[in-house]
């Protein structure tokens, strides 16, 4: 199994999260979950993921704030940033993190899947970059 064909979505609404799976694997992704940044930061200890998908409302802190913990334990993984409401300095400070992609929770799930998909497309044609 290939590393950059696992996702993992942290998000603490037990709902998406079981929106964003059953989504995704019928794309034929491997989706695992987490509900914390804690919980997420031991799952990306044993598991590779090419892509993160995380919610901006995580218990400890904002979900921005969590992309430099996670990315530090997997740099190359890309992440993709959910939020239920949008304003302009929420968005700026997500952007502030150099995420892939930036999904409002109402839109489409099927935009989520194409997000996803392009995320794991880059992460897989970097690593093939990076071995050449």
């Not at 979505?9 to 509900?35: H, Q, T, Y």
């Not at 990306?44 to 904002?62: A, F, H, R, S, T």
């Not at 959910?82 to 995420?99: F, G, I, M, P």
Request: aromatic content about 6%; overall charge neutral.
């Amino acid at each position: 199994m290939k590393e950059a064909s696992w996702v993992l979505v942290v998000d603490p609404d037990p709902k998406a999260v079981e929106d964003w799976r059953a989504c995704l694997s019928m794309e034929g992704i491997n989706v695992e979950k987490a509900s914390s940044v804690k919980e997420a930061a031991t799952k990306l200890k044993v598991l590779q993921c090419g892509c993160l998908v995380v919610d901006v409302d995580l218990p400890e802190m904002k979900g921005y704030e969590a992309v430099p913990i996670l990315k530090a334990i997997q740099p190359r993984a890309k992440v993709i940033m959910t939020a239920r409401l949008n304003s302009k300095e929420l968005e700026s400070k997500v952007r502030e993190q150099d995420v892939f992609y930036y999904h409002i929770k109402s839109f489409s799930t099927s935009e989520l899947a194409s997000a996803v998909n392009g995320a794991l497309q880059a992460r897989r044609k970097g690593q093939s970059n990076a071995e050449t």
